[in-house]
């Protein structure tokens, strides 16, 4: 995309195109990648080690977060730094709700009564883990969504520290510092693939909707936006409460794929890190954000044993770090700007072909 | 008076002063380049081990607290001229994420340099001594860091209402552009301000160590957040402001670990984000600003 082009998603209006949109065909294109990808995943996934499994789920957890993290920041433009928080709800939810029921008894003891026995099956935990995470979200979402820019980040970080503060004194439910462990691995590789291609799927169609641009109007100019009759406000408290239940549903994959939980999890680093996803992938470009959530979790574990052995911990982060600057720097927009690369939007986006 | 409330003022208003020292500086750059410099905690971290460095050197105590002032000076001109100029056309949001990039790079080059262990920073025993004040006592690291407190915020007043470069960082902070077309040297005044703002961090991070007996490469966060919230208590970018702001919250924080049952004590943290929270919202100007520009 030349750099004086208008954002494609915000030019394009639907219908709109010389040649209307072919829904058949990006559908059987969408329908080949997603085939294309599990074939790439069943193929890697015969001759990966176990490490490697779990490792390639993260980053597939890592980019559901990244994308999740896009929508509410990127495409919306608010700098929320909330996502550890919502994270560890989810986790904490999914955790106990799924916590074998052998050791509900002695260790959960605030745990009210049908839940300690009875040990919710997988799926049910992280679509209740989603519930009361949406719920919360829009609880705070409409206090907190009256702040902008750093104070709203700020303030979101704050959530950050009040979900650690509960985590570590509700001892009856979290077990206070030393989290939750033995929870059940129950989610595995193909589970946080799909989630991933839910994900990503999801929020290439908000995108690309009246929505989407309903939220990329509200993050260039507010005032403006209200102007044309976008209800800012309602496309806010959507885009945070979308993105903490997905952030919430990752924190539950989360809890079941490393099976353990504690209030240190996920923090501010964790918050960091999405920041410097979502920048370094361009403020709204899902596949910049996919692009760079890949690179830095590849970069985290790579480094890893170069820290353990030489006992450099804190250079990978140091390294992300560097790069943010450095990128802010030199090309603020990010990799792709807002928008994706062409090509990609090319295969899905018919009407586009100019 | 009974001891136990005493003990309690002089402990809030001890960590107070470190909360107002810091959240001066805080305010200062706020103030000035309309930043939030979430990397300013970490020079807390940077004054304590720079004193802890410079004490196993052998150095006298008095020399140290001078010449960790100097270090935070240095440190904060650093990354203002390295990172901070270069971007300074740049939104808010793209110079609170650089800051906030900074911030982890201190972090974790620290860490990597220093390692993470917990180190021992102790004053030296005199200071572990107990005064009596009229029947109730106090311990001299607390006397000391209030009274040391004291005369650092009344240099840094006599310096920002009495001199030429007070003058200057005033008319900046009032309007940039004004300033500089009034001959203002900005970049010069710009750098004084971190510089001054550095090193009061520099200085409280001593005291900081000193009172808590204990320092590590990320203890920059939380002395870093509490100066935040302290500046919107007062009203973010007034030095008045930070300073009654910072007073307030050690107060507020150490009467609700004191005041209330023990078992609310581990809520402090979450409590004085909740009151961050409340106050944004209710009055976002803060407690002591008559008016702002807007933030909520």
């Known amino acids: 995309m030349s750099k004086n082009a208008p954002d494609p998603a915000i030019a394009a209006a639907p219908g709109q195109g010389p040649a209307a949109m072919r829904p058949a065909a990006a559908g059987l294109r969408l329908a080949a990648l997603v085939l294309l990808l599990l074939a790439a995943l069943w193929a890697f996934s015969g001759q990966a080690s176990a490490y490697g499994l779990t490792l390639a789920a993260l980053a597939c957890l890592n980019i559901t977060l990244a994308v999740s993290m896009q929508l509410t920041n990127g495409l919306t433009g608010l700098f929320s730094l909330g996502h550890p928080a919502f994270m560890m709800v989810g986790a904490y939810v999914a955790a106990v709700l799924g916590y074998p029921v052998a050791r509900k008894s002695t260790m959960l003891f605030a745990l009210p009564e049908p839940f300690v026995s009875w040990q919710m099956p997988f799926v049910l935990s992280v679509i209740s883990a989603a519930v009361i995470v949406g719920l919360i979200a829009f609880l705070i979402g409409i206090i907190v969504l009256r702040l902008k820019g750093h104070y709203l980040a700020v303030a979101t970080l704050g959530l950050i520290v009040i979900v650690q503060g509960l985590a570590i004194n509700w001892q009856g439910l979290t077990r206070g510092g030393s989290g939750l462990s033995g929870i059940p691995r129950l989610t595995n590789i193909w589970w946080c693939a799909g989630l991933m291609m839910l994900v990503l799927l999801i929020v290439w169609r908000i995108k690309f909707s009246s929505l989407g641009r309903a939220m990329m109007a509200t993050r260039e100019n507010q005032l403006a936006a209200e102007c044309i009759g976008v209800r800012t406000a309602r496309v806010k408290l959507i885009a945070f409460v979308l993105g903490a239940i997905i952030a919430g549903v990752v924190g539950a994959f989360m809890a079941h794929l490393i099976t353990v939980v504690t209030p240190r999890s996920y923090g501010i680093v964790l918050a960091f890190n999405l920041v410097a996803m979502v920048v370094l992938g361009g403020t709204g470009s899902i596949i910049g954000a996919v692009l760079a959530a890949l690179v830095i979790t590849l970069l985290g574990e790579s480094l890893k044993p170069l820290e353990e052995s030489m006992g450099l911990y804190g250079l990978s982060q140091m390294i992300v770090a560097l790069m943010l600057v450095l990128v802010l720097r030199f090309r603020p927009a990010g990799l792709f700007g807002s928008g994706e690369p062409r090509w990609i939007t090319r295969l899905f986006r018919p009407e586009m072909k100019q | ?296």
């Open chain 2, 1 to 296: 008076m009974s001891q136990y409330l005493f003990q309690q003022i002089v402990n809030g208003l001890s960590l107070g002063s470190l909360y107002a020292l810091i959240a001066i500086g805080f305010s200062m750059i706020y103030g000035i380049v309309r930043l939030i410099n979430f990397a300013h905690g970490d020079l807390v971290m940077i004054g304590a081990f720079a004193s802890l460095a410079m004490v196993q050197m052998g150095m006298p105590w008095p020399l140290v607290a001078l010449l960790v002032l100097v270090v935070g000076a240095c440190a904060g001109m650093t990354i203002e001229t390295v990172i901070f100029r270069p971007m300074r056309s740049a939104t808010q949001v793209t110079g609170f994420i650089a800051t906030l990039a900074v911030s982890v790079l201190i972090q974790n080059g620290a860490l990597l340099l220093l390692s993470g262990q917990q180190r021992s920073f102790q004053f030296p025993a005199v200071m572990r001594q107990r005064v009596e004040i009229g029947g109730v006592s106090a311990s001299l690291t607390d006397l000391t860091i209030i009274v040391m407190a004291v005369v650092l915020i009344a240099a840094l007043l006599f310096v920002v209402y009495r001199t030429r470069l007070g003058t200057a960082m005033r008319a900046t902070s009032e309007n940039l552009l004004a300033a500089q077309l009034m001959g203002v040297p900005v970049n010069r005044t710009i750098l004084a301000a971190f510089a001054i703002g550095s090193g009061l961090a520099a200085i409280a991070g001593l005291m900081w160590g000193g009172k808590f007996g204990q320092i590590h490469p990320l203890m920059g966060l939380a002395p870093g957040l509490k100066a935040f919230i302290a500046c919107v208590i007062g009203g973010v970018g007034s030095i008045g402001g930070a300073l009654l702001g910072g007073y307030l919250l050690g107060m507020a924080e150490v009467l609700f670990v004191g005041l209330l049952p023990p078992e609310y004590a581990s809520y402090r943290d979450s409590f004085v984000f909740l009151l961050l929270i409340v106050i944004l919202l209710v009055k976002p100007s803060g407690l002591f600003m008559r008016h702002v520009e807007e933030r909520a």
